[in-house]
């Protein structure tokens, strides 16, 4: 056993949103692991055949499998450390925990893009650790050359989720609302649920941390003037020597309303509006190809609409929550059931998704 806990090995780096939320999570439960930073040729020529990706953070477990994806790296892990689970028992809570995961991971993209890729003074930052994190030991000059080329990408991918001119104003308002409410909300509270971190924390950390927290002008700007905000982005990494418990009531905080109506109102229709457009492409088993980014789509934010294309791996989340609800008892399905009536949310169990599988980083028609 010894020797498996040090055989963790996660390849990150920290301008990576996901690589936040993956470390947090390891921190958090206290499992051994080393990080480490990629290469060129292991990102681009050794990932993609052992992960079906070219994206960080990669987990490399003593078996030497390469988990890819921050939610199949938590699932897998769950299942060797048990200890101080991520999921609450209690139903409402459980299910809960994969509504703030889907929104922090998906429908939180075009703000975390925004604040990095709207303000020139993040890009020094991005260079330097976008070299430091597929060059390191390499000379200045190529870490930079490296790092400046990827920033350029980058913010022309940017556009994929939305931020445009046009799309700033409605993303800003989103900003205020939900950041606003969040502290609001860890004012009274260390984590979304109690006095742990659930699923639901880790996918908000992903956009708070690497995005928001850490580059220079989201973190002036955003982060700074919201002190509770600030504080549990700081808890995250600062695992506690006696862990807490999820709220024994199995109650959602009347604080996190804002966040709800975001989820509810927001991005239920973007997600179904995502399985629209998925069920349009052919089964890979039938020839279709992998797709990840599809035609755009309109759908309600922070008062006004906001467009972007339609992606395709927020289905297999949304899949992935919706069959851990029907994994549930008929008495905690009903209970589910019962808090979304009190909270407006029932069309999230309505949710009309075609069934899909994963590959790398996209879903695709399950043949």
């Known amino acids: ?170 993303i800003d308002r989103f900003a205020q609302v939900q950041l606003d409410g969040l502290n609001r909300h860890f004012e009274h509270h260390a984590f979304l649920f109690g006095d742990r971190p659930s699923l639901g924390d880790y996918g908000l950390i992903g956009p708070l941390y690497a995005h928001l927290g850490r580059d220079p002008w989201p973190k002036r700007e955003l982060i700074a003037p919201r002190p509770h905000l600030k504080a549990w982005i700081e808890r995250m990494f600062q695992p506690s020597e006696a862990p807490g418990a999820f709220d024994a009531d199995d109650r959602v905080a009347a604080t996190l309303m804002p966040a709800l109506r975001s989820i509810f109102d927001e991005m239920v229709p973007f997600v179904a509006a995502c399985a629209a457009e998925l069920r349009k492409t052919r089964p890979l088993a039938s020839g279709g190809k992998i797709v990840r980014h599809m035609s755009p789509v309109s759908y309600p934010m922070a008062g006004g609409a906001h467009r972007r294309p339609a992606l395709s791996y927020p289905v297999w989340m949304a899949q992935r929550m919706l069959d851990a609800f029907g994994a549930m008892s008929t008495t905690d399905q009903q209970r589910v059931r019962e808090w979304l009536a009190t909270v407006g949310g029932e069309e999230v169990l309505q949710l009309d998704l075609p069934h899909v599988e994963r590959v790398g980083l996209a879903a695709v028609l399950a043949g």
Request: glycine share 4%; proline share 8%; aromatic share 10%.
């Open 1 to 170: 056993m010894a020797e498996q806990e040090t055989s963790y090995t996660m390849i990150g780096a920290e301008l990576s949103l996901y690589s936040g939320k993956v470390r947090s999570y390891l921190l958090q439960k206290r499992i051994p692991f080393v990080e480490t930073h990629t290469t060129p040729w292991e990102l681009f020529r050794t990932a993609p055949k052992r992960t079906k990706a070219s994206a960080v953070p990669i987990m490399i477990t003593p078996e030497d499998e390469w988990l890819q994806d921050s939610s199949v790296i938590i699932d897998e892990l769950e299942k060797r450390f048990p200890a101080c689970p991520v999921l609450p028992v209690t139903p409402v809570l459980r299910f809960a925990s994969y509504l703030f995961e889907l929104w922090g991971d998906e429908f939180w993209l075009p703000l975390a893009m925004h604040a990095r890729w709207s303000h020139d003074e993040n890009r020094a930052l991005f260079v330097h650790d976008a070299g430091e994190a597929l060059m390191r030991g390499y000379p200045m000059w190529l870490r930079n050359l490296l790092g400046n080329n990827h920033a350029r990408l980058m913010r022309r991918l940017a556009r994929s989720v939305g931020v445009t001119p046009e799309g700033a104003p409605v």
